[in-house]
């Protein structure tokens, strides 16, 4: 179902969301946070690595000025699943006190990721602190956390593509799509 680019076709199990819909729906939440924002000081604050492709596009989808900064964090688990236990890799460089802070993530799963970095962030004070996440997979939910921008709600199934990865590749297909189980049996050989 689909297509999948030319190297990585023999991989892909479905494409689950196309290119098209990816782009279209960025411009979208690009749209809203410029008029939530408008006149603020918003900082994005981006996961390395899944979130940079994600980020790219958002930031040039929204029309006011903004700020970027990154973040690098490291979930302990084997392979592909996070179990909450997060190491800070790389600290943002800016201050974010007094400042409204948007944090936009490939995707949200148990919700750990994302509810270490709210209390992580939250003691430096900033004026607001909202999330943004391309990819919601509510089925496995452990913390419940608010979502101020959603892009699309996904069944829970693991999924690469547009900064995602499965041991660190396919982040650069352009679209959301499954592997087969193949591709994932050979990854895990390598
Ligand atoms: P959480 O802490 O369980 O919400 O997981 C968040 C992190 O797990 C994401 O930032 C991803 O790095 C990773 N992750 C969760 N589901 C997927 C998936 O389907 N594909 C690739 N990475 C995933
Ligand atoms: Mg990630």
Redesign the pocket.
Known sequence: MGRAEGWAAADVAEVLIPEEALLAKVRDLGGHISADYAGKDLVLIS?LK??FVFLADLCRAVSIPVSVDLMAVS?YGPG???L?VVRILKDLDETITGREVLIV??????????SYLLRNLQPRMPASLKICVL?D?PA?R?VDLPIAYRGFEIPD????GYG???RQRYRNLPFIATLTQDAIDRLNRE
């Open positions: 996961i899944g979130g979930s592909s699943r996070s909450g993530e490939d995707i949200i799963d148990t919700g750990l990721t994302l990819l997979k496995r452990i199934r693991f999924v690469v995602l990865d499965y």
